[in-house]
């Protein structure tokens, strides 16, 4: 019903910058909460930052003042800008998206993820 797909990720040098992009599609009323996740081999997934479909943003500690979450509500697509990145973050780099589907008075809400974009900080 929601499909999420991830793009932009790729190599970069330690300092450098990738802008990754989420797109949903699919037959759903809205896109609510959207975030950003990360897992690098051998580790938990972890929060990386998310953003309300008004624009509130929350980033964990480690990535405040250099990653930028963004979306336009218009194309249904979220945003993730990342500056200055260390070779710690090589990852993958997962969204998710809280969709509403259905129609009238039956419609849910569920979390919906895409299958990732892997970023490599390395020189």
């Known amino acids: 019903q929601v499909q999420l797909v991830e793009s932009g990720g790729g190599l970069v040098q330690p300092g450098g910058s990738l802008r990754l992009s989420c797109a949903a599609s699919?037959?759903?009323?809205?896109?609510?909460?959207m975030g950003w996740y990360r897992q690098a081999p051998g580790k938990e997934r972890e929060l990386v930052a998310t953003i309300t479909r008004g624009g509130i943003t929350n980033y964990v500690d480690s990535v405040k003042d250099r990653f930028t979450i963004s979306r336009d509500n218009a194309k249904n697509t979220g945003y993730l800008k990342m500056n200055s990145l260390k070779p710690e973050e090589t990852a993958g780099y997962y969204c998710n998206g809280d969709g509403t589907v259905g129609k009238g008075l039956k419609t849910t809400t569920n979390t919906y993820w895409g299958q990732g974009t892997q970023v490599t900080v390395s020189s």
């Open positions: 699919g037959a759903f009323i809205s896109i609510n909460a």
